[in-house]
């Protein structure tokens, strides 16, 4: 199940009224610092000139690399947690469905995550959010992200399964991957979510992931991960 920090997005402080924030985007920064068309792909080695209007690239251009592995993938048993692109974010939006994607991504949170990114272009970071990719398959199953910046070194996490995946163990191990992964930040040190007290599925993820309880707020539930 989807925690709330991802599903209910106005529960955490950065994102509050972000869907109001957006507005035209003329020109954007690529990764190496240079002016391009906000229309034009991020990556600098594509040829595509930007017919696609708005901020992101043609989700077409890089899908036939997905499978390539990055730098910043972080790779657990049965897993590869990969950070968004500017162009798998324009492919959610745009509906334009991938052979990467299970039959039933992306679910309603990660379209809201997708959404986001051009208000929030630090979840695109190291330390934000990602797609959650089955090694077996190579297929996208869920995403889970960091909601960069932490707040007095505590950093909110949130994550989601595909319901084809349910029940496999995926969402605790990645949610466990990327909270080790975030304290390797010296500006972290605690991984926090919040949870439902109806949602026990959940409340489970996060136990198996090795997160403690620490707080309770009505109906609420906070957990921590800490070194």
């Known amino acids: 199940m989807r925690c709330p920090a991802l599903e209910g997005l106005a529960s955490v402080p950065q994102a509050r009224g972000a869907r109001d924030h957006f507005g035209p985007v003329t020109r954007e920064v690529d990764e190496y610092g240079r002016r391009r068309p906000s229309s034009a792909c991020p990556f600098p080695d594509c040829a595509d000139t930007g017919a696609r ?5 043609r989700p077409e251009c890089h899908v036939s690399s997905f499978r390539t592995p990055t730098p910043h993938d972080l790779t657990t048993d049965r897993l590869v947690l990969r950070p968004w692109t500017r162009a798998e974010a324009a492919a959610v939006l745009d509906g334009a469905r991938q052979p990467h ?4 991504f992306p679910a309603e949170g990660d379209g809201v995550v997708a959404g986001l990114f051009e208000g929030f272009p630090a979840w695109l970071d ?7 990719i089955e090694r077996d ?14 707040a007095d070194g505590t950093l909110e996490i949130g994550y989601g399964i595909v319901p ?5 163990g995926y969402a605790p191990e990645a949610a466990r991957a990327l909270a080790e992964f975030a304290l390797t930040s010296t500006d972290v040190r605690t991984v926090s979510a919040t949870v439902e007290l109806s949602n026990p599925p959940s409340i489970r993820v996060l136990e198996k992931a090795g997160f ?16």
């Not at 190291?126 to 959650?132: A, E």
């Not at 084809?164 to 496999?168: D, E, I, K, L, Q």
């Not at 403690?212 to 070194?227: N, S």
């Open 164 to 168: 084809s995946r349910r029940g496999r």
């Open 212 to 227: 403690e309880w620490y707080e309770a707020d009505g109906d609420l539930l906070r957990f921590r991960f800490t070194e």
């Open 126 to 132: 190291t330390y934000g959010h990602r797609l959650i």
């Open 137 to 150: 398959s190579g297929l996208v199953v869920g995403s889970t992200g960091l909601f960069w910046p932490p």
């Open 101 to 104: 994607w299970a039959d039933d």
């Open 53 to 57: 209007p708005g901020p992101f690239p």
